[in-house]
């Protein structure tokens, strides 16, 4: 009896310990894996989202689990939807703005500023964003200029897209002269990582198909051609 409560105690300890070892951004994270609202902002966007996190070599898994998330150690690149890089200020920006579950368009924006470029350069990393054959049908231009601004109009974060050797490059700031140019809000921005998913998801040519003809809509709506 003695030795079944001993050895309780040292696993009941072992996960306390677990839990303390935890890098600084997943202890972070801990507080908003609980917070339905957050949940249900990202909800189909992603299942499993790999995070590295930059100067600190952190390297951890955000699980989205309905109306909770979940965390892992480490990255299995096999296993995740996208892998992003952020820094740590980004971590602690989404916990400032997620703390109180409440997800307005202010928070939405900051929460949005923080993964916006990471993310867009995880999705056109994508074989299937790389498919010659699909960037030559989506009649996408190879120099695109993409703004995500707040509502009014007084902050922004940018990134331009490049079509390089037969493969996308997302690159933070804006560089040369745009063939196209994006003024996307944080739902607009919300809304195409939705569509991306879902086309990932099925990842089928009905799939990509609907997400072209989406797309072809869409970007008539948030975009004009540069002159």
């Not at 971590?91 to 400032?96: D, F, G, L, S």
């Amino acid at each position: 009896m003695q030795k079944g409560i001993i050895f309780l105690t040292v696993i009941i300890l072992s996960r306390i310990t677990s839990t303390y070892a935890q890098s600084p951004s997943m202890q972070a994270w801990q507080i908003l894996l609980d917070k339905k609202e957050l949940a249900d902002y990202f909800k189909g966007t992603f299942a499993r989202l790999g995070i590295r996190v930059d100067s600190t070599g952190e390297a951890f898994t955000v699980v989205h689990a309905g109306d909770h998330f979940t965390l892992e150690n480490g990255i299995d690149s096999s296993k995740v939807d996208y892998i992003i890089s952020i820094k740590p200020e980004n971590v602690r920006n989404m916990q400032k703005h997620g703390l109180d579950g409440k997800i307005d368009e202010n928070e939405s924006f900051k929460i949005q500023a923080a993964i916006f470029t990471p993310i867009s350069q995880s999705m056109f990393s994508s074989p299937e964003m790389n498919n010659k054959l699909f960037v030559k049908r989506s009649k996408v231009e190879n120099h695109l200029h993409v703004y995500l601004y707040n509502k009014e109009k007084t902050q922004y974060v940018a990134h331009t897209i490049l079509w390089v050797n037969d493969q996308w490059i997302v690159v933070p700031g804006i560089y040369g002269k745009s063939k196209r140019t994006f003024i996307l809000s944080p739902e607009q921005a919300l809304m195409f990582q939705h569509k991306v998913y879902a086309a990932n998801q099925t990842n089928s040519k009905t799939g990509w198909k609907e997400f072209l003809h989406w797309y072809t809509t869409w970007k008539k709506e948030v975009s004009v051609v540069s002159k």
